[in-house]
């Protein structure tokens, strides 16, 4: 299937909402935090094949501002997961020459997590084949509020989309082309609410544990069979 691709009709930037691994775990009659750690795997695979297949952003739902209202076991594994993935996998990431990206409002998070991510960050910087963008305590409306915050404190003027893009956390990212949810949800739950104003949607019933290079490839492929008209004919 993957020689089907047609690598000049390849989306520049994908972005995903990793869902389903709570539903995943619970048809096994195993705990949530199981779900996650497969989930985290899944993670993996993703980035390798995305930077092999020649993706040159994928930005990754992590964690969203709504996600603290869970139970706090619950958040305490995601964040787990989340710094022994980045501690562990830095190497990987270089060789790959993956840059790692964080966005959201980070200040925020406790200082074992935002060490993490700047060693992630200052340690993959250089990395020039893909931009691995990684969600965490997210929204897209927080976004935007921390965008005019910022406008209002700096003075600074916005009387064009360019002018806003620059307020928001990560400029130099370009909108989304194609969105890939997973689990069967069909909504946004508040990522990214800006850059995907004219992205393509993908919707898959697959959870995201059981998401594999098959399925991303099946979005893929679909991607390139859409007409994107920008509003034009
Ligand atoms: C997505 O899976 C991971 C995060 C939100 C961190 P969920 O944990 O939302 O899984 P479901 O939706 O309950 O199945
Ligand atoms: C969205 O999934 C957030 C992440 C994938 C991190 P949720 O599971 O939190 O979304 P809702 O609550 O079903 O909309
Ligand atoms: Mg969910």
Redesign the pocket.
Known sequence: MIKNLDKSKLPKHVAI???GNGRWAKLRGLPRVFGHREGAKTVEKTIRFARNVGIKHLSL????T??WGRPKDEVNAIFGLLVDYINSKIDELKELGVRLRFMGRIEELPDYIKESVKKGEEETSSGKDMDLIVALNYSGKAEIIDAVKKAVLEGRNINSEEDFRNLLYLPDLPDVDLLIRTSG?I?I?N?MLWQIAYSELYFTEVLWPDFNEREFTKALLDYQYRERRFGKI
């Open positions: 909402i990793m869902d739902f992590a964690f969203s709504e996600n949800e909504r739950s990522f």
